[in-house]
Structure formats: structure tokens, C-alpha cells
């Protein structure tokens, strides 16, 4: 009765053994796969335990670990890493089960005995696979569960531009594979990607779930299961079920064996559990009770003891070496597929089966008794082979040296991609920065520029109102399948001439941010996984960055490279209403890590930063951007030169120099420049020297400042920072006038750093429908707010 089910199947080329005996090969294969599930039970669960029971512990701190998790994936990761898996294909792991990722590593050589002694400690083996904060190869960062998942979906759409593009072949083409716990089918990110993927042909993607049916705080709904096969296929995906391992299978095909395999699929998954944990003999005196009546039940009972009844009641198809290698043979074609393995959580542990096992470890005495079931000497825990005579442990060493992942290449270091000294400055004497966006775009797209090739945009249903129209106009939409413009066929007028063939460059989403941040994530990281550089951009609703921080969050983490472009922002969105105007944005650019955020308030500005952003992405200190832009059209400044450009680079300029010894400056970011230099052409005269910077981005300015500051501990030394020494140019107590269209707190900070009383205005509370110069005065954004606010700076209580 084993439930394996699938549709189209590819015939596997036989292994042959050194006789020519292709049975003999498979099996001499599965008896190494099986040795090498019990090697990774034990490396994972003695990494854990050095780290809790046997490492030092400075704080009193519990490490932590997951031991259960770890023991549930042996067979799977065994199966997948060891005999499955090809040179080409990533791998995105389930977070608790990194300790096994690491151990996978160590056996081939890969990893340190000192990191992994040093697990969850500083420098050593981190507690979820990173790209960035670990040393062994590491395809998918993990951790925010659902994500590690739904990225690998996103990267082979992204395999499949580049193969349509003609930047991969097709023969190297990988599957894109994430290992993933049962509970993260409850991730809403997870079933958004499957939409998403249906919609784009989505192929070469293997998600494979370690179906234990527990979760942190209790066991899986038993009504689930049936419903993912659904769903799944719904989606145009393949469902195998690997319920049953050979053992159970051969069991059900004795006399009596239908009954048993009749009850296994009604038991509720939580009896299941705690028989599993009372072990065999709670599973005799059980199923004595239930179907022990039904012909030849007894019989076949009292044929196993109590060890063995265990053993083969626990024989679940994700356990099973030979139940997982057919199934990942059987799916060997292009087609997404979804594998549900049957496990237990703890598997051949102390903690099998108990609902507390999630966190829970081995005690001292439990682990001893793991290490002497084993043959493990004492002192020898870490010893790759140990507990193997050592003939065995030759033809192991030899069986690993000689699988798919050892022959992995190191990630690609690709080419860079050629940047114009220049981007085009659109004309015209009021511009909104949106529009010169789209612009800049379009100009760039009818180059002929290396660099516009490399473009990727994309948008999750927001493409025209954010202003990507033109670019998509002139490149085309992604398809790999041509699909022709209906409504140009039909010649009905239309803004919109949206041909999708294959080389278009701009990939079409639906309205779903955190697919549009995964696939952002993904293309940025086409340069290390495929060895093609892609230059991503994306835009999104500025408010609407909230609704998938998290995904944004986990690009920029891998370190990811895109540039993001929010647009619209703020209140001056005004007749939207306070849904779609975004206040805490400039916090959020400021304090999200490897994406530096940039506010211009003028096209030339817009150039600058975006030319800035196509070149620092490609660098290997580099860095992802964003842009906070707006719809509101504005008059244009006249340069004298181009000084003001270098100091806009770093964070700020000054528009109107102060003078010597000025009391005051109004600092403004964005939009709000209008505003601004108003209020500073009516105080001019009444504050001699009044000084306006523009603040092009908060970001720059506060990181510089930081950096500067830990100078002093980290090297020693404590050079003034660039924003120092633009505030610098005023009198030591001077004021600041700060305005935002957005938190004031993203510009207050600024008085901290020369100690100056600082006025701040912004938005702190939800917006509201209204046009410009109501919003502005209700809000306190206009010149006579900054005006009022500057009195404050010189009014004495």
C-alpha cells in the first residue's frame, strides 16, 4: 500500500555494481544511504548537545537546537544530498534542520570541526543556514519560515529568463529544491508563490515536506493531508505521497497486513504520536485492542517483538532510503513536484513522538546510550566515520567523495555589467521624480547601453501607475511562450503595447508584495547562483513596502543586489486617503540592513542616485537601494556646476550654504522642497546666515555618523563624520528646522550630532483624503509650519 503517487515518470539509468549486478549496486547504494541518515542523526544531534550539556555557557543562556527536527530530515537530506542532487541544483533547507546542512558539509570536507563545535556561538555554525554569516556553500538563506520555500520557486522563473535570454543553456538547467517542515503549509506566502507560479509555467522546482505532523505547539490537523494534494495539483503540480517505508510495505502484503495498514491511515496523527513515543509495546497492546479480532492480525503481531513491532510501525516513507531514492527518480522531468514524506519527529530518538519534542534535547545519560548503540568511542564524537570499522568506513568516505555535491563548483563570480559615466537628466522645468523615473527608464532602454540588457523590472500590478510603462513599451514583457498584444491586434488604441515573448524584461505580477520581494530577491542573486549578472528593478505602492517587509527583509539578508523603488509616497498622494500614504518608510530605509535609501527631490537628483545604484550593486561591498519617490510635480532648480553632486552621494548638500556663524538651518528630504525653500526666502533676512540643506539621505547621513562614533573603540581612531562636517558650516548652538513628508524622526537625529535644538516636522498620525495645500496645512508641512517651527527654536518659555 504505498502511496507514491505520480504521472509522469522517466526511467532512472541503472547503477551497476563492480560484477555488472545492477540489484547488487542498488543495494550496496541504499546500505550506504542508510549509514550515512544514521551518521547525520548523530553529528546533528552531538552538535547540539556540545553546544548545551558541554560548551562553557558565559550568559546561563539555553543554546538551543532542534534535535527532533533534525532527526525527522536524515533520510530525506541522505537521499537528496547523496544521491539525487546534481552539480546544478540549490538547495533551500528548513531551518531547524541546519545542523544537518553543516554535517553534510563535514563529511565532505567542507566545514570546520572548530565551527561546528562552536555552534550558535560567534563565528561558528549559525543557528539557520545564511548565505552571508556562513562559511560552507549555502544556496537559500533560511529562518522566516515560508520563504526559504517560496524563493525557489522565483529562482527558476529566474533560470528561465536567463535560459530564454540566452544567458544559460538549457542543459544546465538545475531544479530549484526546498526542504520544508509540514507547518510552514500554513505560510499564506506559500500559496500566494503557487498562484504565481501557475501563472508563469513554473518548472523545474522540487518542494519536498518533512511531514512529521507536529508543530511548535501541537500536531497537524488530520483533515490536511488530502487537501495539499488539491491544492497542489490545482496548480499543475505533481503530488507524490511517500507514506510507507519497504518494511510496512512488505508487512502489508502477510496475512493480517491490510488491517494494520487499513488502521495506520485512520489513526488521528496525535495517537500516532504517543504511541510512537510508549513505543512497541503501547503499539501491540493498542492495535490488540483495535483490529486484534480481524483475521490473522495476532499472527502477524506476535511475529515481531516489541523492538522490531517499533521499528516497523515507525517505518514511515520518509524514513525509507529505497522508498525516497524511487521517488526522486520517478520525478525525472521538468515538472513542479510536491513530495509529502511521512516522518517522525525525533526519529530513532529518546524524543520520538512527544509533543514537547520541538525544543526539547537529550539528557547526558540519553546521549551516552545514542553514542554506545552506535559503537562511538568516547572522545571520538566528532570523527567523521567514527563508530565504523574501518573498511566500512573507506568504501563510506569513498561513496560521498563520489556523489553529484562533491563535484560542485564554487559559486560563479560573474562579469560586470559596463555603467555610463551618466544617466540622461529628463528636460523640462517642473517634474515629478516618478515621472523622471519613467524617463530615465526609457531613455536608458533605447540606448543601446549594455546596462539597459541587463534591466529586469517588475511590479506586483501596479507597472503603469508606478511609471514603468515606457520601459515595458519599448522591452517587452517576459514570456517564455509568445503571446501577442490581443488589443493591438484588434487596433484598439491603448497606452499599453505589451508584447510578452521571451525577451522581454519585465516580468508581470500579481498584486502580492511578498512574491514581488522574493522575486526581486531572486533575480538579485542571479549573479552568484547562475553566473549572470541581472540588474533588478522594482516598484511598489510606498506604503505597500510594509505588507511585504519580511520577504524584503530576507532578500537583503542573502545579500541579495536590486534597486526598489517606491512610488508613491506620503500624504502628498493626498486624494488617496491615509491607506495609501506611507509615513514610517524613511525608518525602514534607514534601518534595514544592506539597502541604502535615497529621497531626491529633483531629476537630477534621480540620475545621480540611480546611475549611483546600477554601479554600487555590483560591488562586493555593494549594496541593495531604494528610492522614495514621488507623484507631486515641482520646479526644477538651476546648477552652477556639478559640487553639489559628490555631497548628494553621501547623504546632503547645501542648497542655500549658511553663512558665518549662522543660528539656524531648515534640513528637508524629498518633496517638501518647495516648502521649504519658500520658508527660507521669507526668513532670510530676519535670521542672518539661515542656512537649507537637503538631506538626500537619512540613511547615509545617520550610518556615517554611527560608523564614525565606533571609530573611536573599534581602530582607535575618530574622524568627524560627513554629516559632522556639514553641520559644521553652522554655530556650534544653532537651530534646525527639520520637515519630512514622513516620521520626523528619520531627520531629528540630526541635533544629536553637534548637540543643536532641533524643531522637527512630519507626519506621526494616519493621513486622510484632501488636496495639497490642505493636507500640508493640516499636517504641518508648509512654509508656514516651517516658518512657525523656526520660532520656536528662538522663543523662550
Known sequence: MSLIKTTTRKARKPDTAGDGSPADARQERIRSLDLLDTRLRWLS????HNANHIRPKRDGLKVGGHQASCASMTAIMAA?????LRPQDKVAVKPHAGPLLHAIHYLLGNQSLEKMQNFRGLGGVQSYPSRTKDSIPVDFSTGSVGLGVAVTAFSSLVQDYLIAHGQLREADAGRMIALMGDAELDEGNIYECLIEGYKHDLRNCWWVVDYNRQSLDSTTADRMFRRFDDIFETCGWRVIT?????????AFKRPGGTA?????ETCPNAEFAVLTYQGGAAWRERLLADIGTQPHVRELLASFDDEALGRLMTNLGGHCTETLIDAFDSANDDRPTLFIAYTVKGHSLPLAGHKDNHSGMMNPPQIAQLRASLGIAEGEEWEPWAGLGSNVAAQLKAFVDACALAKK????????VPVPARLPVPDGAEQSTQAAFGRILLDLAKSGEALADRIVTTAPDVTQTTNL????????????QELADVFQKAKIPSAQKWAQHAAGQHIELGIAENNFFLMLASLGLAAPHFGTRLLPVGTVYDPFIARGLDALNYGCYQDARFLL????SGITLAAEGGAHQSINTPLIGMGQPNLTYFEPAYADELALMMRWAFADMQQPDGSSAYLRLSTRVIPQIERQDDAWEQDALQGGYWL?????????????????????LQAWEQMADDIPGLGLLNVTSPDLLHRGWSASRNARWTDGVRRPSFVENLLGALKPDAGLITVIDGAPGALSWLGAVRGMRVSPLGVDRFGQTGDLPDLYRTYRLDSEAIIEAAADLFVRD
Open 242 to 250: 511517500l507514506k510507507h517505508g519497504k518494511l510496512q510495505q512488505a
Open 656 to 676: 542655500r550654504r549658511p553663512g558665518p556663524g549662522a543660528e539656524a538651518a531648515i534640513v528637508f528630504t524629498g518633496v517638501v522642497a518647495p516648502e521649504a
Open 260 to 264: 494494520i495498514a487499513q488502521w495506520i
Open 565 to 568: 523603488v517606491g512610488t508613491p
Open 45 to 48: 544531534s552531538w552538535m547540539i
Open 469 to 480: 510603462g515606457a520601459f515595458v513599451n519599448q522591452r517587452g514583457l517576459f514570456r517564455r
Open 409 to 416: 563548483p564554487p559559486e560563479p563570480t560573474a562579469p560586470a
Open 80 to 84: 537528496l544530498y547523496f544521491h539525487a
